[in-house]
């Protein structure tokens, strides 16, 4: 089956400015929410996100209408400003199920196959068909979405949610060295999480660090598990994925969906050295 995708793209076009341009098929007032709740509450001209910044969305308005994309710190513009937003999104006008969400995690993964130019605003948008994500060449990249997000998505489809999700990377720059200073506060802050069942993640720790468990304290338990999770991800090529994969180990180690959840808020705002 063919699906059919509606287009949407802001940005401070070269000669024209800023402007919001939809395909054919985005009705007026989803233009207008994907502006004010896509654009205007995750871009602010004076405090913008950092150089090479870049994230990724769903925004579910109705049960038969969603946008999803990509957000970019575009660089210079015309004139020299330093920060530029560069939106781009797609409208679905279908049904949510676990089929239609995995095409476009893994779409978003990837990045998008036919971003705009900047160079001049196109008079219009034209409808696409979607693209086969096994014969396509992003133009820009994408952003993995890790499986504590996917978990959120997947349970608001069951549960008759709708959907909304705003993932940034973290900037390469800080991604991971795994110094002492990040590997400490990692460690206090896995500490604050843990409750009394951490002993079913301990037993199914290597027999060489096992002794931990008769410690009986979280810091010493928590700093086992971020050594373990470093460790165990250290032959992950992309430190992106590495990131991602120490976080979810991490998270695993919590008793409670609401530790998991807040715990990896917290360790990606410190880790991305944005505030929590």
Wanted: hydrophobic share 45%.
């Amino acid at each position: 089956m063919t699906v059919l995708l509606g287009q949407i793209f802001f940005t401070n076009f070269i000669g024209s400015g800023f402007q919001c341009i939809p395909s054919p098929s985005v009705p007026v007032n989803v233009a207008q929410i994907f502006r004010k709740q896509i654009v205007e509450m995750h871009w602010e001209d004076h405090a913008p996100p950092p150089r090479d910044w870049r994230a990724v969305y769903i925004l579910q308005l109705e049960p038969c209408q969603t946008i999803f994309g990509w957000a970019y710190n575009d660089g210079h513009d015309d004139y020299d400003r330093d920060d530029v937003p560069y939106f781009f999104g797609y409208y679905l006008g279908l049904p949510f199920d676990q089929m239609i969400v995995d095409l476009i995690i893994a779409f978003l993964g990837k990045g998008p196959g036919n971003a705009p130019s900047r160079q001049a605003a196109p008079p219009q948008l034209e409808d696409i068909a979607a693209p086969d994500l096994w014969n396509y060449v992003p133009q820009r990249p994408g952003v993995v979405i890790d499986s504590m997000a996917r978990e959120n998505i997947y349970k608001s489809l069951l549960e008759t949610r709708l959907v909304k999700l705003f993932v940034f990377a973290l900037p390469v720059s800080l991604v991971l060295k795994f110094d002492e200073q990040i590997f400490e506060l990692i460690t206090l802050l896995l500490a604050q999480y843990i409750g009394p069942n951490a002993i079913t993640i301990i037993r199914q720790l290597p027999s060489r660090i096992r002794f931990w468990y008769y410690l009986r304290y979280n810091e010493p338990f928590a700093r086992v598990v971020v050594r373990q999770a470093v460790e165990e991800t250290a032959n992950v090529i992309d430190p992106e994925q590495r990131v991602l994969q120490v976080i979810d180990r991490l998270a695993a180690a919590l008793d409670d969906e609401f530790s998991k959840a807040e715990f990896t808020r917290r360790v990606k705002a410190v880790l991305s050295i944005v505030d929590p």
